[in-house]
């Protein structure tokens, strides 16, 4: 959720609104089928790959659609975000993440597939 939030967040710092569009769709398209999926994937080796994957598309996308730290370093009208505030929205999307897995998790429970 952090990862789609921030993409979209500097596309449309960027004024990108394709990219803020894209972002949005194919995102909540990946975190919908990460969330319906996971429950029923067997213990293998997809535990280790998956964390480990969605960073690196979103570091993926964001070197080959977004500005170079370089440039947002010598540019006049963007600036790097704070740490707290890096700190904080990471801190919130994974209490978001927390309270959806388990309202998904006990809703699969209540149903019986799990």
Avoid: C, R
Avoid at 10 to 29: D, R, V
Avoid at 37 to 42: G, K, N, V
Wanted: net charge negative; proline share 4%; charged share 5%.
């Amino acid at each position: 959720m952090a990862m789609v939030y921030v993409l979209w967040k500097n596309f449309q710092t960027l004024e990108n609104l394709h990219g803020m569009h894209q972002i949005l769709f194919w995102g909540s398209i990946f975190i919908v089928a990460l969330m319906l999926f996971s429950p029923l994937l067997p213990n293998s080796w997809l535990d280790y790959v998956i964390p480990f994957a969605y960073p690196l598309a979103a570091w993926s996308l964001a070197e080959n659609f977004q500005m170079p730290k370089q440039a947002i370093a010598g540019s006049q009208t963007y600036e790097f975000q704070t740490i707290g505030n890096v700190i904080a929205l990471s801190i919130l999307f994974l209490l978001a993440m927390l309270v959806v897995s388990f309202a998904w998790f006990f809703l699969l429970v209540a149903v019986g597939l799990i």
